[in-house]
């Protein structure tokens, strides 16, 4: 178990907060959200703390899975405690397929890349695959036209512009951004400085890293994807948080590099605005950028995980 709750660890998570909390019963692995994580400001009612515990979620899922454990989920169990997200129950599965161990074994591979990309190879046979995923949970993956990147940008240059005087948003963000050698936020390492990032079309503004010009002659050509759902509930949240996880687990496995971002639906006129480009009715919940990173570059180091001991109790009966 300790293995796989370690590889599980490697999800995604809003600025890598981490915001989770798990316990082991001696039979059964309960999830809670842990809101002393939650960021008040960027995302005063949780959605996004939400969507980053159903990404640990399906990690877990998929790591317990490759060793050979199939798990019965249960979301919500309780309507009574609204920290508590999930429980899982376990039975043998000898052999899961192929994809579930492709997915795996990218877990620890998945990096988010903030940096201009190709664009992606092998999109089409990328798009099946990943509505594949996300059908279970009852979501919609789509990929955007180009035409929409300008539209999307200027709403992300108008989120940046509304948050930028907004002094807690901005002491929020700098908290977890910036900072090498914690356990967890993103480090300075993984930032992008002003002139990368002025040569991507739609990305998040964070704290700028020093100055440097990675992939200087490159133009960035990634696609957009929606990530969307049905309805807005915690349960869609869990779920897309879920997909997230299944989606770029699978850009990885593909050989894609990938950015989720969910900045740029947290005001209700950018998602109204994404939302009207979509080619069905339904809430966006995540943006994604995916595309192809250039060869022969060193792999960048995996940002700091908290450790088990501060996410995982171990309550035997």
């Known amino acids: 178990m300790l293995a796989a709750m370690r590889s599980a660890g490697r999800a995604p998570s809003l600025h890598n907060t981490q915001p989770w909390r798990w316990v082991f019963d001696g039979v059964r692995l309960h ?9 008040t400001s960027a995302d005063p009612i949780g959605r996004q703390l939400v969507i980053s515990c159903g990404a640990m979620l399906h990690h877990v899922r998929t790591a317990f ?3 050979g454990w199939h798990t019965d989920i249960t979301r919500l169990p309780d309507s009574n405690r609204s920290d508590y997200l999930a429980v899982i129950a376990y039975r043998p599965w000898p052999d899961p397929p192929v994809g579930v161990q492709v997915r795996a074994r990218a877990m620890d591979r998945r990096r988010t890349d903030r940096l201009p990309l190709y664009a992606p190879t092998g999109l089409p046979q990328f798009l099946r695959a990943g509505r594949m995923l996300v059908t279970p949970h009852y979501l919609e993956l789509d990929l955007l036209d180009e035409s929409a990147h300008a539209k999307l940008a200027a709403a992300s240059d108008r989120t940046t512009a509304v948050r930028r005087y907004d002094m807690e948003y901005q002491a929020e963000l700098h908290w977890w951004t910036g900072h090498s ?4 936020g993103i480090p300075r390492e993984a930032l992008v400085s002003d002139a990368e990032f ?6 998040r503004t964070f704290p700028s890293a020093p100055h440097s010009a990675r992939r ?7 696609r957009l994807l929606v990530l969307s759902s049905g309805r807005e509930s915690v349960a869609a949240w869990l779920h897309t948080g879920e997909a997230l996880s299944a989606v770029l687990l699978e850009c990885t496995a593909a050989g894609l590099a990938s950015c989720p971002m969910t900045h740029i639906t947290e005001m209700p006129s950018a998602r109204m605005i994404i939302a009207s480009m979509l080619p069905h009715p339904g809430v966006p919940q995540v ?5 192809t990173a250039p060869d022969g570059e060193p792999e960048n180091p995996p940002t700091p995980r908290r450790p088990l001991t501060d996410i995982l109790t171990m309550q035997h009966k």
């Open 198 to 203: 002025s040569r991507i079309s739609v990305g």
């Open 65 to 67: 899975a490759v060793k």
């Open 181 to 184: 050698g914690d356990p967890e």
């Open 287 to 291: 943006v994604i950028r995916v595309g």
């Open 216 to 222: 200087g002659d490159l133009e960035d050509h990634a």
């Open 31 to 39: 999830l809670y959200r842990d809101d002393d994580r939650l960021m």
